[in-house]
């Protein structure tokens, strides 16, 4: 199984490590963060855009379609009780040589990305609680 960890630097700056890259996730300043990077919950939403995007330059490429300018607008409202991502309205900009007659396959390709899979088929998702052996040491202090 793929593992991805996530480890603060600094006050709710963390970093997320992915295959040798790193994301950092940051609050805005108005609510205690450095603002040094997108909250986790805009990586969310930009993860979902950009696995549409991935789907539809696929799709574009197997009919022989240049994607140049291809691109994804996301917009988001968040939800209460509980809190979360309630809306997400995507718009998915194509190259003017889509003819007309792909233009449903294309949509229905875009809707079926894994990422929008695995929001219309949650997951099951186990959180555990596990105590570390030794202080920890900051990604931030380590540089």
């Not at 997108?38 to 490429?61: H, K, N």
């Not at 294309?106 to 929008?116: D, F, I, N, S």
Request: with cysteine; hydrophobic share 45%; charged share 20%.
């Amino acid at each position: 199984m793929p593992r991805i960890e996530v480890n603060r630097e600094l006050g709710v700056r963390f970093r997320a490590l992915v295959r040798g890259h790193a994301i950092t996730f940051d609050q805005p300043i108005d609510v205690g963060g450095t603002d040094a990077g997108p909250t986790p919950t805009e990586v969310f939403v930009a993860s979902l855009a950009g696995c549409v995007a991935y789907y539809v330059e696929r799709f574009l490429d197997r009919h022989a379609i240049d994607g140049v300018g291809l691109r994804v607008i996301a917009d988001f409202a968040m939800a209460e009780h509980p809190s979360r991502v309630g809306v997400v309205e995507l718009r998915v900009i194509v190259p003017c040589g889509v003819p007309e007659k792909l233009r449903a396959p294309l949509l229905a390709v875009a809707e079926h990305c894994t990422v929008h899979n695995s929001i219309a088929a949650a997951p099951r998702v186990q959180i555990e609680l596990e105590t570390a052996r030794h202080p920890a040491t900051s990604l931030a202090s380590v540089r």
